[in-house]
Nanobody
Framework: QIQLVESGGGLVQPGQSLRLSCKAS??????MAWYRQAPGKQRELVAS??????THYSDFVQDRFTVARFNAKNGYLQMNSLNAEDTGVYYC?????????WGLGTVVTVSS
């Protein structure tokens, strides 16, 4: 079965950190991207890592996040210095034979 499963979300205070994980089944994480969707807003790209290891970050990340792969089946998004604007559902995305594969998401809430 082809699927991506995110984990690691939770409730943290501003300034704290979280590490989100993405575990793949049935596919290889050649390319991996993290998206997020805040309440009432559209889903947006957070960060991505390509097959050759090239990474890309959206401007709002501002050197706070790191995207990487552990191996062909596991990747993560390290998030530091979180603030309230980072609240949302975070999704892992990859692809299989040209078709996008999405996880169901993990909820991140940043609140004091």
């Amino acid at each position: 079965q082809i699927q991506l499963v995110e984990s690691g979300g939770g409730l943290v205070q501003p300034g704290q950190s979280l590490r989100l994980s993405c575990k793949a089944s049935g596919i290889v994480l050649y390319d991996m991207a993290w998206y997020r969707q805040a309440p009432g807003k559209q889903r947006e790209l957070v960060a991505s890592i390509a097959r050759d290891g090239t990474t890309h970050y959206s401007d709002f990340v501002q050197d706070r996040f790191t995207v990487a792969r552990f191996n062909a089946k596991n990747g993560y998004l390290q998030m530091n210095s979180l603030n309230a604007e980072d609240t949302g559902v975070y999704y892992c995305k990859s692809e299989n034979r040209g078709i996008d594969v999405w996880g169901l998401g993990t909820v991140v809430t940043v609140s004091s």
